[in-house]
Nanobody, 121 residues
Framework: QVQLVESGGDLVQPGGSLRPSCAAS????????MSWYRQAPGKQRELVAA???????NYVDSVKGRFTISRDSAKKTVYLQMNGLKPEDTGVYYC???????????????WGQGTQVTVSS
């Protein structure tokens, strides 16, 4: 069984920084993509940042230059360094893993439990 455990969300003032992490455990043969989504109350969940197995990264325009996604392959952990936080960054941040458990299985999507990020003065 594959499990994603998220941590690092908090209440911070505008301009502050946070670095949530998401650790994957279980039988994982290969990781295709790890990404971060966020969802504000009453809003649709949106892709914030993604990183592929080859290290290619992608960000939503609103966080470019402020957020950085990275990974530790040995620990099967992905991080989201968030700098210059704004109130509009507030929401529940979810980690998503797309991975195959073996060479004989197709890629499967797994979601973390979410971690709350609140930016307020």
């Amino acid at each position: 069984q594959v499990q994603l455990v998220e941590s690092g969300g908090d209440l911070v003032q505008p301009g502050g920084s946070l670095r949530p992490s998401c650790a994957a455990s279980g039988s994982i043969f290969s990781i295709h993509t790890m990404s971060w989504y966020r969802q504000a109350p009453g809003k649709q969940r949106e892709l914030v940042a993604a990183i592929t197995s080859g290290g290619n990264t992608n960000y939503v325009d609103s966080v470019k230059g402020r957020f950085t996604i990275s990974r530790d392959s040995a620990k099967k952990t992905v991080y989201l360094q968030m700098n210059g936080l704004k109130p509009e960054d507030t929401g529940v941040y979810y980690c998503k893993l797309v991975a195959a458990m073996s060479t004989f299985t197709i890629a499967t999507t797994y979601w973390g439990q979410g971690t709350q990020v609140t930016v307020s003065s």
